[in-house]
């Protein structure tokens, strides 16, 4: 788990081996057309294979190439050729022109603006039927179980997990009354909090010392807990989201020395 630094988390109807693994090469990335700003498709893990098994876990990339154009390149040339119009007919260029010009102008240059790719790991627990996708981003997690649902023939049910009932409210208690969080949990050191009836009013706090200070003023001035960061066991510290999206995962020094004893066993 260790290779997702922020991942969500989803059931599955699907196998892996079985039902995803044999169709992953049939919808590989392929290179950014000319005139298109990005394409995207499954990535090969290693030459000429496009997953991997690790016990009872297996792993694919989703790949992605976008064309980099940077608006202000863009901007620059319009406003060139705008004035270079205006210089030959007499009179500037109307709106509607205008928008013409700039939509001219992306066309002509994106097939020479640089190609960049990325990849983001998708980890699949087979055993529990669950998968991992490396994004909190909702518009990125459409895009990949859109690309799932095309390569797997069949119909299949992805849902995200969601959390209890309640959720927000046990975070609450968490923060008033620390010693109410399960015993594998305790509070890190930072907090996102947002203004119940506006949400554009928030508060973060880094480096929050619970044993001088309350989160109690906040809740009752009306602020909810929309970021929590938390250390599971002692070894692991992240950042949970009311969605259950995992942010900012990271292995605890104590954890790290753990892994490297027992490397050297």
């Known amino acids: ?144 179980i859109s690309l799932l649902h095309k390569t797997i023939p069949q119909a299949i049910e992805i849902t995200p997990i969601t959390p209890k009932d309640h959720f927000i409210q046990d975070w609450q208690t968490w923060l008033t009354e620390p010693q109410s969080l399960p015993h594998f949990l305790q509070l890190a050191d930072k907090l996102a909090l947002i203004d119940e009836d506006n949400q554009r009013k928030q508060i973060k706090c880094q480096g929050y010392n619970w044993e001088e200070d309350s989160a109690f003023h906040w809740i009752k001035q009306g602020f909810i807990p929309n970021e929590i960061s938390l250390i599971w066991r002692e070894m692991i510290q992240f950042h949970i989201t009311p969605k259950f999206g995992f942010k900012r995962v990271a292995a605890l020094p104590s954890f790290k020395d753990q892994i490297d004893a027992q490397s050297l066993e």
């Not at 988390?9 to 990005?38: G, M, W, Y």
Request: charged share 25%; proline share 5%; aromatic share 12%.
């Open 1 to 144: 788990m260790m290779w997702l630094r922020q991942f969500q988390v989803f059931n599955i109807s699907f196998d892996f081996q079985k039902d995803l693994a044999p169709h992953l090469h049939e919808h590989a990335l392929a290179p950014c057309p000319a005139h298109a700003r990005t394409s995207f498709g499954w990535k090969t893990v290693s030459p000429d294979q496009y997953s991997e098994n690790i016990q009872s876990y297996s792993f694919c990339y989703f790949g992605k190439e976008e064309r980099i154009l940077p608006q202000s390149v863009v901007n620059h040339t319009v406003e060139t050729k705008a004035r270079e119009l205006k210089e030959a007919r007499g009179f500037p260029l109307k709106r509607h022109e205008k928008q013409q010009l700039k939509q001219d102008t992306e066309f002509n240059l994106l097939p020479k603006a640089f190609c960049v790719q990325k990849h983001q790991i998708i980890l699949f627990d087979q055993m529990r039927q669950r998968m991992f996708i490396q994004s909190t981003s909702q518009q990125q997690l459409e895009l990949i």
